[in-house]
């Protein structure tokens, strides 16, 4: 990164003032809350985000007055070309030329804040060469990527405090007890003031609406837009890290305009239309999560579990994953919800789990458990079946399953 980003000019020495974003989960949605809420504000806001859902252009958002938009497929070609050629064709991967990219991409727009949303771990992540952001943020710590940051929460949550720059305040969700240990331990080495939830910030539900409160004061805001118990957290996440940055001007309402207008795709998604959708059994739901890890799948599964509270209907889960995944972590979330499950395959994915070993995970967990040859043949299945009330129906256990589909049903991100 250091000897291509030399070569350009040092581009990521160009940029606005950058908040810096690790974490597990939630570090999209996150990011998502924080865009919208400084646009709200009247901010122009670069956002680089990974892994896209359907396209490369999703991971580059340019911020303009009265709001963003992706880069265009010509700017794009050409901000790769540059990067391209200035890498002289020596070793590097996929992520660290389309990191490059985005700040060869976002020296040459004006804005007034750069969101970078950390790819894999932290401490060694192609995002890490910012040497001075304006906050450091990190999402809820849970085990994934186990192949390369460890097997332990403690071992995870210092390669994501990796990030953590001296003097720079780090803005903590609610940790587990090892991995906040391990915020805590490189905060105090950096002497970066150190906001953790639940301690200097806080949050909570009150009648349907999001309260949060810090030693500022406190703001009484609407629920957000975005499903689930999680984005409470996420949204409070994000106010935290505004306030803490202290680098922008910014008013109760555009902090409540910034709640509900988030949107984030394949994260609770309901898709509504679309050829997709026109598999299903009619008058039935259908909900899209990206969610791949055992905190992910419990997330998505306590979110359908309030849904159910409100309207029941039969949950079947549609699943597809990653081979490096834990399905049986995963799918353990579902099983007080829901014993009907359909294992399908991620399509052009080398790497995708066999169909035989994700329903071995269900089957060890007394779940009724099929295949199908793509989610379109799940989804008729679905519907042949003879409910009393039309079924709930989620996809989960991949993004990339997740870009199919969106990709599929004719709703991609836009």
């Not at 020495?13 to 919208?36: D, E, Q």
């Not at 991995?179 to 009150?206: D, F, M, T, Y």
Request: charged share 20%; with cysteine; net charge neutral.
């Amino acid at each position: 990164m250091q000897r291509l980003l030399e070569r350009l000019g040092h581009p990521e020495r160009k940029l606005a003032p950058v908040i810096h974003v690790a974490g597990t989960n939630g570090k999209g949605s996150t990011v998502a809350f924080l865009r919208a809420t400084l646009e709200a504000a009247g901010y122009r806001v670069h956002a680089f985000t990974s892994p896209y859902l359907v396209r490369l252009n999703e991971s580059y958002r340019l911020g303009h007055l009265g709001g963003g938009a992706l880069v265009d497929d010509a700017e794009l070609a050409a901000t790769l070309e540059r990067c391209e050629h200035a890498n002289a064709g020596e070793p590097i991967t996929i992520f660290e030329i389309e990191t490059v990219a985005a700040f060869d991409l976002f020296s040459r727009h004006p804005a007034d804040a750069v969101l970078l949303e950390v790819g894999l771990g932290g401490r060694l992540d192609a995002t890490n060469v910012i040497e001075r952001p304006i906050a450091c943020v990190i999402s809820p710590v849970s085990i994934d990527h186990s192949e390369f940051l460890g097997s332990s929460l403690r071992s995870i949550g210092a390669e994501k405090a990796g990030i953590i720059k001296r003097g720079v305040p780090v803005i903590c969700a609610n940790q587990e007890a090892d991995a906040l240990a391990e915020i805590e331990n490189r905060a105090k080495r950096q002497r970066a003031p150190l906001h953790r939830a639940g301690q200097e910030w806080h949050i909570s539900v009150e009648r349907g609406r999001l309260v949060y409160q810090d030693d500022r004061g406190l703001l009484d805001l609407a629920a957000p837009r975005l499903f689930g118990r999680h984005q409470f957290d996420n949204a409070g996440l994000a106010v935290a890290t505004l306030r803490a940055a202290g680098a922008f001007r910014i008013e109760a309402s555009a902090f409540e305009a910034g709640v509900t207008n988030a949107e984030w795709p394949a994260r609770m998604q309901r898709l509504a239309a679309g050829a997709l959708v026109e598999q299903g059994p009619v008058g039935g739901e259908i909900w899209l999560d990206g969610g791949h890890n055992a905190e992910g799948g419990r997330v998505a599964a306590a979110a359908l579990g309030d849904l159910e509270e409100r309207v029941s209907r039969p949950l079947v889960v549609i699943v597809g994953m990653m081979a490096n995944k834990d399905a049986a972590g995963f799918l353990a979330n579902f099983a007080g919800l829901t014993r009907h499950i359909i294992a399908v395959p991620i399509p052009d994915r080398d790497g995708a789990m066999p169909l035989d070993r994700l329903m071995d995970a269900a089957r060890a967990l007394g779940m009724r458990v099929e295949s199908a040859a793509n989610v379109e043949a799940a989804l008729r299945t679905v519907a042949r079946l003879a409910y009393e009330v039309p079924p709930r129906i989620l996809i989960a256990g991949s993004l990339y399953l997740a870009g199919h589909v969106l990709s599929a049903n004719g709703t991609p991100p836009r």
